[in-house]
């Protein structure tokens, strides 16, 4: 049984997901909860401790996309946290967009933090596959470190831009190919080979 | 409230790091890596002889492995040192037992075959 917590959060994050944070009412979270507004405030005393319960629920869920870093040495392994990543985007893209929401200073850093860590990530599986000699080395004029950034940046703005330009965001294959796209010119010719066997099936559909 | 644990930038890199180099480092085994139960082969058909010695204090246990037909093949490992030399006995006896093929003690190596001379 899902608990009355649970519910409120689960809907304001909804909420927050389609119209933004500033704009949501307790009136709108209470509905869409299928509660009153004495039985929201029995529970949460104001929309600032809803938002900051809300906050930390996703702050543990980043934690543990960012978990799944390295768990087998191959590139299905980026493609597995790419899902996990694109399922978290639709659902909460608020986390990586809304600047202004942010109740808690602690929360705010957890957040920059979980981007950090991120790049952190992307720049660690460069490391790796150069070592396994499926991406080229590092040379001073290709430097992995912003490349791990932009790639950074589209895996948590990716449906945020998709918004702006009145495209869908739902389209997974599309975020994929997207973010491996950046990969491709660093592949040596046994990583496009490994590409090409492991990850561009995936692309193609199923006949 | 007890704060949260926190890894900083640095630290979480080079964690990440020695995730990575887990996988080269931990590479399956090979045939080479059987060689071991070649080159120890000659164990099987040793006496174990114990040896105890007072050093630093501690009476300390060794146990000679000599080959009984060759006993210039041979190996001395250190088992344990213990403050009593009762106590130390006893472990270097059933130590013995434990280590030696034969646990009554049968396999001796004979002295002649060191073909010592005293001149």
């Known amino acids: 049984m899902v608990k009355t917590k649970q519910k409120i959060i689960k809907a304001a994050a909804e909420l927050y997901n389609t119209y933004g944070v500033a704009p949501v009412r307790l009136q709108q979270i209470a509905d869409l909860a299928g509660l009153s507004i004495g039985n929201l405030a029995y529970h949460f005393k104001n929309k600032e401790a809803i938002t900051l319960a809300v906050f930390q629920n996703l702050a543990s869920e980043v934690k543990d996309i960012l978990k799944l870093f390295r768990q087998t040495p191959n590139l299905l392994d980026l493609d597995r946290q790419l899902s996990e990543w694109f399922s978290f985007q639709q659902q909460y893209a608020f986390y990586f967009s809304d600047h202004a929401s942010w109740p808690d200073q602690e929360l705010h850093h957890l957040r920059t933090q979980s981007f950090s860590r991120l790049v952190c990530q992307i720049q660690k599986r460069f490391d790796f596959h150069c070592k396994r000699g499926v991406i080229q080395s590092a040379t001073a004029r290709c430097n992995y470190q912003v490349v791990a950034e932009t790639i950074g940046m589209t895996i948590t703005l990716w449906s945020s831009y998709r918004r702006l330009q009145d495209k869908p965001v739902n389209d997974e294959k599309e975020f994929k190919k997207t973010v491996w796209n950046q990969f491709l010119p660093y592949f040596t010719p046994r990583g496009l080979t490994e590409y090409n066997e492991s990850i561009q099936p995936l692309f193609t559909p199923v006949r | ?119």
């Open chain 2, 1 to 119: 409230m007890k704060a949260d644990f926190y890894l900083d930038e640095r630290a979480y890199q080079e964690m990440l790091d020695a995730c990575n180099n887990l996988h080269f480092t931990e590479i399956v085994g090979g045939v080479v890596d059987f060689n071991l139960l070649y080159d120890d082969y000659w164990l099987q058909d040793s006496a174990v002889i114990e040896n105890i010695k007072f050093a630093q204090g501690e009476w300390e246990v060794y146990l000679v492995f000599v080959h009984y037909k060759n006993p210039y093949r041979l190996i001395k490992r250190k088992i344990t040192s213990c403050f009593c030399r009762s106590k130390a006995e006893t472990f270097a006896y059933y130590m013995r037992r434990l280590a030696a093929k034969d646990q009554r003690g049968t396999l001796k190596v004979d002295k002649s075959l060191f073909q010592y001379n005293g001149n």
